[in-house]
């Protein structure tokens, strides 16, 4: 089974997705996510100009080599443009050998090890009374977990809030980066509040989640912890900037708040620490930006050597295809924790038809073969690319500070 075509679409049905899509000499198609928010383009370029080349005539059973031959021949390792175009070959080729062989991916994997996948909701609002009835909102849906984030009072914007009336939150609006004011001392003094009101007015029947954005020094992300300490959170999402492991060693000394990290990561070794020393208790890799589901596995299989649990990054920025990759492998491995997930914006199903489901706070696959995505690609030619940034931070004082 030689693949003897590979395309990648750039499309932007609501925001930019970009799609790998493998062919095989026996007419079989396999789609990987190569989306990477905001610096969409490089992984195109890396994709059309350094992979394709090496694609054309390669045997499609061969998963395993066509990710060593790629992370290991090019030399230049790791970094989230690499290892996002890897991930995106390697999904298309697990999609490949699924359809191949008629089977759902997670069947090839090892099958199922639970019912459906756990996810959790995304509520927010500009105050905390918006943002509780926005999670007593996902609970009446029969969500198991909730994330909460709320605009800080006296900030003109704070991440993670929704603007629109569907489910979905999307920072990257414009052609230039917008430039927020971050306030940490604001930031401190107001998120337990937003917990603590959470848990008064909903009570501890569900996982309560929240994400700090990479935004704090370690001590005051153990200080954070520990004042939601009581309010027993599922996890403490990005407390500090992520490349710098050593750091969750201090947050770990004044904390029992579970903490969770990864979704900037792109391979092993950028958790090789947290996890071998037990300083996370959920890792956030996003299968497409970590090598796909070949590498996310080993990730995943590492982890739950030390009791760390999988918790896939999956915003709206990544695809239908990069969600459904991720809900073959929480379906099949023994740590799994929690899934992210949040609707695609309504031209995205336009593109993107996938078979996965929600039902009672779960997301279920069918037996669909391959991830069971379809892409249509005339559809996706309706929506042009559109450059799009990230908003930026700068502290009051004018400094960057991390978004
Ligand atoms: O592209 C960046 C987003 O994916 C990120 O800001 C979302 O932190 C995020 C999350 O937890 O979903
Ligand atoms: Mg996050």
């Known amino acids: 089974m030689k693949i003897v075509e590979a395309d990648v679409i750039v499309t932007c049905p609501g925001r930019n997705y970009v799609t790998l899509k493998l062919t095989t000499d026996d007419g079989i198609v396999g789609y990987g996510d190569a989306t990477l928010n905001g610096r969409e383009l490089a992984v195109s370029a890396y994709l059309t100009e350094h992979v394709v080349p090496l694609l054309i005539g390669r045997d499609a059973n061969r998963i395993n080599d066509t990710w060593q031959y790629l992370y290991r021949g090019a030399y230049w390792r790791r970094g989230p443009v690499t290892m996002t175009a890897i991930g995106a070959v390697d999904i298309a080729l697990w999609d490949i050998q699924g359809k191949a062989l008629g089977r759902p991916v997670y069947q090839l994997l090892g099958g199922a090890a639970r019912d459906g996948v756990m996810i959790y909701g995304h509520a927010s609002g500009a105050t905390i ?91 005051e992300a153990g200080r954070l912890g520990k004042s939601l300490e009581p309010y027993r959170m599922f996890w403490l999402e990005d407390a500090t900037p992520a490349e710098d492991q050593a750091a969750f060693r201090l947050i770990r000394q004044h904390t029992v708040t579970p903490l969770a990290v990864g979704e900037v990561f792109n391979s092993i070794w950028d958790c090789q620490a947290l996890i071998g020393e037990r300083l996370i208790d959920y890792i956030r890799t996003a299968v497409p930006h970590a090598g796909g589901i070949t590498h996310c596995r080993r990730i995943f299989d590492y982890a739950d050597l030390y009791g760390v649990r ?50 009672d706070g779960l997301l279920h696959l069918t037996d669909a073969p391959g991830l069971g995505v379809a892409f249509d690609e005339s559809a996706a030619r309706r929506y042009p690319y559109q450059r799009r940034y990230l908003p930026v931070n700068r502290l009051r004082d004018g400094s960057m500070h991390d978004w």
């Open 129 to 219: 009374d918006e943002t509780v009835a926005d999670a007593a909102r996902f609970l009446e849906a029969g969500y198991l977990a909730v994330r909460v984030q709320a605009k800080i009072p006296g900030l003109d914007a704070t991440y993670g809030i929704r603007t629109g009336s569907g489910l979905t939150y999307e920072p990257a609006v414009g052609d230039l980066p917008a430039e927020e004011v971050w306030d940490t001392a604001a930031y401190l003094d107001f998120a337990p509040r937003l917990v603590a009101a959470t848990r008064d007015q909903l009570g501890f029947g569900f996982h309560l989640l929240h994400d700090a954005h990479h935004r704090l020094t370690p001590l």
């Open 310 to 359: 999988s918790g896939s990054h999956g915003p709206g920025d990544v695809s239908p295809i990069g969600i459904a990759a991720a809900l073959h492998l929480d379906l099949s491995i023994p740590n799994f924790g929690i899934q992210e997930y949040m609707d695609h914006l309504e031209p995205a199903s336009e593109v993107f038809t996938p078979s996965y489901h929600y039902a």
